[in-house]
């Protein structure tokens, strides 16, 4: 049974229009001239409207400057990133950001913090109904006046995921947003996303250091890696994810992508 099935009203989960991300010829340097390295060069691709899309590659390739860099959250040395054709200049509002931590205001409850991300034309009445609601899909319900420090790191980091699809984002970046959980809670989180993500069809960039996860959500997978002696990462290969969501974790087609995934990253023997 999906857990959107539930007698709240699903007006707060209205789907908004799912905008497009180009990035283009897309750089990233950090340090001064004389010492200066680059973490992403000639980042080149699109993701399309509605579509999920998973971002592989080893640690400090720059997965997570890369969202950044969709959110407006960070600077370019080289090239731009466009949302539905405009470019990105500072914080966007078309974009919510869920971070590896939960990153949630001690001093408000679970409740108040998920209201942060309400869209700032949003009525008292919408907004309490569409907290409401998105405290029930992520299994909240009962925690809704608990402040972060009495809840686990897992039920926290559910309720900053809340908080990003408060805003209902044309486009919702993830940055390992399941990674603090346990492998059951884990695969159920995986579950809500794939039914948050159908009845608001928001576009959205995974970064994920977990292939099984990639192949589990996304309809394409991009991998960062190096290449010959060129400083910084770029885009090594782009992979369609076969068969409809959700799909079976032992298909055999699956398995030879995943065993193809772990060897670009450098993992053999799987």
Do not use: Y
Not at 127 to 143: D, I, N, S, Y
Not at 166 to 188: C, Q, Y
Not at 231 to 248: K, M, S, Y
């Amino acid at each position: 049974m999906s857990v959107l099935a539930s007698p709240h009203p699903r007006t707060s989960l209205a789907p908004k229009q799912a905008l497009t991300v180009t990035f283009a010829g897309l750089g990233r340097s950090f340090g001064p001239i004389s010492d200066r390295r680059t973490v992403l060069r000639d980042i080149n691709f699109e993701v399309h409207a509605g579509e999920v899309l998973a971002i592989l590659g080893p640690s400090g390739c720059g997965k997570s400057t890369l969202l950044r860099a969709a959110a407006g959250l960070d600077a370019l040395n080289a090239g731009s990133v466009l949302i539905d054709g405009i470019e990105v200049h500072g914080i966007d509002e078309r974009c919510a950001v869920a971070f590896q931590e939960p990153r949630l205001l001690p001093w408000h409850t679970l409740q108040a913090n998920v209201a942060i991300g309400l869209p700032k034309a949003s009525s008292a009445s919408e907004g309490k109904a569409k907290v409401a609601e998105l405290l029930h899909l992520v299994e909240l319900g009962a925690f809704a006046k608990h402040r972060p420090r009495e809840v686990s790191g897992g039920m926290a980091q559910r309720a900053s995921l809340a908080r990003a699809l408060a805003r209902n984002p044309g486009v919702l970046l993830l940055d390992e947003p399941f990674g603090a959980l346990d492998a059951l809670t884990r695969i159920k989180m995986q579950d809500l996303l794939l039914d948050i993500h159908q009845a608001q069809p928001t576009t959205v960039l995974l970064v994920t250091h977990d292939v099984d996860e990639a192949l589990q959500l996304a309809d394409r997978i991009v991998v960062l890696g190096g290449e010959g002696d060129q400083p910084g990462a770029t885009i090594t290969e782009v992979l369609t994810v076969p068969g409809d969501r959700p799909r079976n974790r032992n298909s055999a087609d699956l398995g030879r992508m995943r065993s193809s995934l772990l060897a670009s990253l450098g993992v053999t023997g799987h």
